[in-house]
């Protein structure tokens, strides 16, 4: 696996997911060790783990070689799961 690791560190969907990554598994760990991270009630949490969930979504499968959540004209050009044109 070849990963630019200086650029996926610069992208910000990249560490708006590995953030969001991070406050999920607080989270959990608290709750293996009896801690309560209940926000409001079950069903905000519930909700703001959802969107905890799709800011990591979102930042895993972004292309940090173009900007935004696009993606480049030669990914766009792909047509086969190996990404031969």
């Known amino acids: 696996?070849?990963?630019n690791w200086k650029i996926r560190l610069k992208h910000k969907p990249f560490l708006?997911?590995?953030?969001?990554?991070l406050l999920l598994l607080i989270q959990q760990i608290g709750?293996?060790?009896g801690y309560n991270t209940t926000i409001y009630n079950e069903?905000?949490?519930?909700?703001f783990n959802t969107v905890l969930a799709l800011?990591?979504?979102?930042?895993?499968v972004s292309?940090?070689?173009t900007p935004?959540?696009?993606d480049s004209e030669r990914a766009m050009e792909y047509n086969k799961k190996?990404?031969?044109k």
Not at 16 to 21: A, K
Not at 55 to 60: A, E, M, N, Q
């Open 82 to 84: 190996d990404g031969v």
């Open 16 to 21: 708006f997911g590995t953030f969001s990554l």
């Open 68 to 70: 935004g959540l696009n």
């Open 1 to 3: 696996m070849k990963i």
């Open 43 to 47: 069903q905000v949490t519930d909700i």
């Open 31 to 33: 709750a293996l060790f």
């Open 55 to 60: 800011l990591v979504l979102f930042g895993v």
């Open 63 to 65: 292309d940090p070689t």
